[in-house]
Nanobody, 124 residues
Framework: VQLQASGGGLVQPGGALRLSCAAS????????IAWFRQAPGKEREWVSA????????YYADSVKGRFTASRDNTKNTAFLQMNNLTPEDTAFYYC??????????????????WGQGTQVTVSS
């Protein structure tokens, strides 16, 4: 199983980035893909998840209205479009696969495999 996150970088406040999570080694359609992030000195934080059952995206309140999660089931790839970025969004971003029930989307213990992460830095 491999999950390869990419697309991070340095961006100014108010800017945008699009993260990708390319997956292989498992049946893509059978798994929810989530995005988490971790800033230095902070706990890992759930950002978003897009369910395998309905392709419905869910978001943390801190990113709702600014981030958009999607998945391309023909390419085994998930995306996280991040707009209007702020310095508080600076973190290492990870994608993960799992099959959590709706109430457990935010629980990182419900995810089986994780990508290596990509750094997002928002700074002027």
């Amino acid at each position: 199983v491999q999950l390869q996150a990419s697309g991070g970088g340095l961006v100014q406040p108010g800017g945008a980035l699009r993260l990708s999570c390319a997956a292989s080694g498992f049946t893509w359609r059978d798994y929810t893909i989530a995005w988490f992030r971790q800033a230095p000195g902070k706990e890992r934080e759930w950002v978003s998840a897009i369910r395998h059952t309905t392709s419905t995206p869910y978001y943390a309140d801190s990113v709702k209205g600014r981030f958009t999660a999607s998945r391309d089931n023909t390419k085994n790839t998930a995306f996280l479009q991040m707009n209007n970025l702020t310095p508080e969004d600076t973190a290492f971003y990870y994608c993960a696969r799992g099959r959590p029930v709706l109430s457990a989307l935010r629980d990182d213990g419900m995810y089986y495999d994780w990508g290596q992460g990509t750094q997002v830095t928002v700074s002027s």
